[in-house]
């Protein structure tokens, strides 16, 4: 069976490592490639460098994508067979609509789960403001400074209006959420197959 070079091997641990020890290692690496400690003229070149040894931790340190992974390194350690490899142009586009599917899922996820924090906060805001005017209103306090509380009324208002939007919506950014999750991992998949099919030591 050929040995192939892994993701492991390019962090420097065994495929047994746990996760303290990966983001040691990863520590330790990110040193060299970080775009802040290259010079000018490499710059691009480190990014990339970082870009790819991000993709290569959040594969390992994920429970799933690590069982896929070194699925995905047995199938081809068994059946070295050389396949065709992707242009750098796909493998780019593999990379870039990686990073757009993973932003999507962050900022669903947000909605998905700030919605009550949202409405709560709003409500307060708002009804604290309401509050404070009509002390101030039953005080004669200037007109000014009552238009600069009834300024966080509104402010509380559309807070809570968009929480209780996203709340409405729960169910929808659920199932899309879902759905952009099962494409990262087919990315996810296509990247480390394209990463790994031709690696050997």
């Not at 340190?61 to 796909?90: C, F, G, H, M, N």
């Not at 409405?119 to 604290?128: D, H, I, P, Y």
Request: with cysteine; net charge positive; hydrophobic share 40%.
């Amino acid at each position: 069976m050929a040995r192939i070079r892994t993701f492991y091997d390019e962090l420097g641990v065994g495929r047994e490592a746990r996760a303290a020890e990966i983001r040691r290692a990863f520590r330790t690496i990110a040193r060299r490639y970080h775009p802040d400690m290259n010079p000018p003229d490499r710059k691009v070149w480190a990014h990339e460098q970082m870009s790819r040894l991000n993709f290569i931790v959040e594969t390992l340190l994920d429970r799933e994508s690590r069982i896929e992974y070194d699925r995905l390194v047995r199938k081809y350690e068994q059946d070295p067979a050389p396949r065709p490899r992707r242009t750098r142009r796909q493998v780019d586009a593999l990379e870039r609509e990686f990073a757009r599917v993973s932003v999507e899922i962050m900022n669903l996820g947000g909605k998905y789960s700030n919605c009550r924090l949202k409405m709560l906060v709003g409500s307060v805001v708002a009804l604290f403001s309401i509050g404070i005017v009509a002390i101030g209103s039953l005080l004669s306090i200037q007109d000014i400074y009552l238009d600069f509380i009834r300024f966080f009324v509104l402010v509380g208002a559309i807070t809570a209006g968009i929480g209780l939007s996203d709340l409405i919506g729960r169910n929808h950014y659920r199932k899309r959420i879902e759905e952009l999750r099962s494409r990262q991992s087919e990315l996810r998949r296509r990247m480390c197959e394209s990463w790994t099919m031709h690696s050997t030591h």
